[in-house]
């Protein structure tokens, strides 16, 4: 496909239908589908901020990519908007209370300043998570009331590593709730 084709297709209208689900009922098929648990962070000048997020999906190992989406509502949107670089943080549940706090709306994230500390090229990282991965973003998306973010893969670190066919404890949101994984929710090799 040539570049201008594929910005056509970036740029064209949104598609208008009919019908769609309601917010409920699209809501109510996701709740039912867990997700893994993140915590993004990113400073884009303006101080640091944090969000947890269940969208983190990677996209491609070579080159490695992933993407995450960034509701507008959410009160890290501005800067998601803005930074050039971000951390992901790839939790299990160990890492229960950084991704309640991702997720407690009105609150000063990074205030327990010993939980935190920012990379030498300045993006605010917190420390003994499962996994980190700094990104540099490479494209945005609107989507609804949501961004798509795309980011490439820097650099990381992995503290907790699991070993191929091992449960580990991977922590994910399932119908508004948190729970672990492990042996007991097993059902096939």
């Excluded at 991704?99 to 300045?122: C, K, M, N, P, Y």
């Excluded at 996994?131 to 998306?141: E, F, K, L, P, S």
């Amino acid at each position: 496909m040539s570049t201008s084709a594929s910005a056509s297709h970036i740029d064209a209208p949104p598609h208008h239908f009919a019908s769609s689900l309601s917010a409920d009922d699209f809501k109510a098929l996701f709740r039912g589908h867990p997700g893994g648990v993140a915590v993004i962070t990113a400073d884009a000048g303006d101080g640091p901020v944090a969000l947890t997020a269940t969208s983190v999906s990677s996209v491609s190992a070579e080159p490695p990519l992933l993407i995450f989406s960034v509701s507008a509502q959410s009160s890290a949107s501005p800067v998601l908007a803005a930074a050039e670089t971000v951390v992901v943080h790839l939790l299990d549940a160990n890492d229960l209370e950084i991704a309640q706090l991702g997720a407690t709306s009105g609150i000063d994230r990074f205030a327990e300043t010993h939980r935190w500390s920012r990379l030498v090229t300045g993006e605010p990282v917190y420390h003994d998570v499962r996994a980190w991965v700094r990104c540099a973003v490479i494209g945005r998306m609107d989507a609804g009331g949501s961004t798509v973010i795309a980011a490439h893969a820097l650099q990381s670190q992995l503290e907790r590593d699991v070993d191929p066919g091992e449960h580990g404890d991977a922590l994910v949101y399932h119908n508004r709730t948190w729970h672990r994984l492990g042996e007991h929710s097993r059902i096939a090799p």
